[in-house]
Every structure is written in structure tokens, then in C-alpha cells.
């Protein structure tokens, strides 16, 4: 079976310091793994996929994730945080086509920028 | 308007009545699916279709039902509604590949 674990329920940065939110992942198979953000009151959004091509991915909004095999992991990550990036941010593995090829939620990350 | 509408945006309703939230797409996919949200617990799979005659329960299907009435169109019910279901709600879309997956803005349910 297929699983995310985020590491964090909830990560507090200022405004201007680096971003790092944290995931490892659990997979027999090669997983494709995304990111999504929702902010207050808001539908999702999706930030990046990572879908075994590029082992570094940019998305949106300056966000980048690396999918680590070694380490099974996916962390996202941002150089410079802003206050628009408070919101929760979700990590997501799809299963195998087999299986349905549905999407399965981290428990999510709450992201608080400080001014 | 949107690739996927929910109706209703908000509901309260009250324990043991039953109440359906529609779904309808226009991104002319097969696949459908509703999740629901809990605080600290993410999104959690409740049913999804692949095609109008394809119906799966997900891991959390107990006290729903859902209904495909057309490639647009998938609903969920809760036939007797209990406070424990009070959540948001979500209904999504995907392409044939699994991966252009395309979210509703969701349905806050609170049951009394």
C-alpha cells in the first residue's frame, strides 16, 4: 500500500526566512507525488507534481520539491517565505494505475509567516 | 464557471436527516471522486467512479451512498446524518491517466 507521512502538523517562519515542510513517502512502486495548497476558505490548489522525470521540481508560486529515493522523502521547499504563503499544504501520492489511480492525502501542514 | 460545482457551498442539517451534495463537471472526464476533510486528518476517500456503471467504495464509505446519474453528474448522500459527519467536502475530477485531477471548492457540512 501507498502512503504519505508529513512530519510536521504545523511549521511558524517570518517573512523573508527559507520554507521547508516535510514528507516521506511509502511505496513498493515508483510513486507520483504531488503537492497542494489550500488557503483559508479556499478550494485546493496544486503546486507540483513529481511524476519520475526531473528528481527537482518547481511549481508555482517559487515552490520546488526533490524527490529523494534514498531517503523516500519529498520535501517542499521555498527560499524566501511570503506572507500570502500562510495556508495548509498537503502531500499526495497517487496509487498505481491498478489500483485506481487515487489520490492519497498526507495529514497536511499548517504554514503560519510571521511578519 | 467552474470545471467542477458543488451545490451546496454550506449546509446545517440536523442528526438523522438525509441530505445529498451534488456534484456536476464539465471537463468531460470519466473519473470522479468524493473526499472528505477533517482537521489533522487531511482529505479521505469516501466513493469513486470511473464511469457512470462504475462505483467503489473508498476507505471511508460507511454511512454514505453515491449516485452517478451521468458522466457530469455524482452525488453523495448521507441517508441518516450524525454529528461525526460534519466535515468539508470535496468533489474531484480526473483525466483517463489519474494525474490532471481537478478539485471542487468544497461543501462544509455541519450536522446538529
Known amino acids: 500500500a501507498q502512503s504519505v507521512t508529513q512530519l510536521d502538523s504545523h511549521v511558524s517562519v517570518s517573512e523573508g526566512t527559507p520554507v521547508l515542510l516535510r514528507c516521506n513517502y511509502s511505496?513498493?512502486?515508483?510513486?507520483?507525488l504531488f503537492w497542494y495548497v489550500q488557503h483559508p476558505n479556499k478550494g485546493l490548489q496544486l503546486l507540483l507534481k513529481?511524476?519520475?522525470?526531473?528528481?527537482l521540481v518547481k511549481g508555482i508560486n517559487g515552490f520546488e520539491a526533490e524527490f529523494k529515493k534514498s531517503e523516500t522523502s519529498f520535501h517542499l521547499t521555498k527560499p524566501s517565505a511570503h506572507m500570502s504563503d500562510a495556508a495548509e499544504y498537503f502531500c499526495?501520492?497517487?496509487?498505481?494505475?491498478?489500483?485506481?489511480?487515487?489520490?492519497?492525502f498526507g495529514q497536511g501542514t499548517e504554514l503560519s509567516v510571521k511578519p | 464557471d467552474a470545471d467542477v460545482t458543488q451545490t451546496p457551498r454550506n449546509r446545517i442539517t440536523k442528526t438523522g436527516k438525509r441530505i445529498m451534495l451534488e456534484c456536476s463537471q464539465t471537463k468531460g472526464h470519466d473519473r470522479m471522486y468524493w473526499y472528505r476533510q477533517d482537521p489533522g486528518l487531511g482529505l479521505r476517500l469516501i466513493y469513486y467512479?470511473?464511469?457512470?456503471?462504475?462505483?467503489n467504495k473508498g476507505e471511508i464509505s460507511d454511512g454514505y451512498s453515491v449516485s452517478r446519474q451521468a458522466q457530469a453528474k455524482f452525488s453523495l448522500s448521507l441517508e441518516s446524518a450524525i454529528p461525526n459527519q460534519t466535515a468539508l467536502y470535496f468533489c474531484?475530477?480526473?483525466?483517463?491517466?489519474?494525474?490532471?485531477?481537478?478539485f471542487g471548492s468544497g461543501t462544509r457540512l455541519t450536522v446538529v
Open positions: 467512479s470511473f464511469d457512470v456503471k462504475d462505483i
Open positions: 513529481y511524476t519520475s522525470a526531473a528528481t
Open positions: 499526495v501520492v497517487r496509487t498505481i494505475y491498478n489500483q485506481g489511480g487515487k489520490l492519497i
Open positions: 474531484a475530477t480526473s483525466d483517463q491517466t489519474g494525474y490532471g485531477y481537478t
Open positions: 511505496s513498493s512502486y515508483s510513486p507520483s
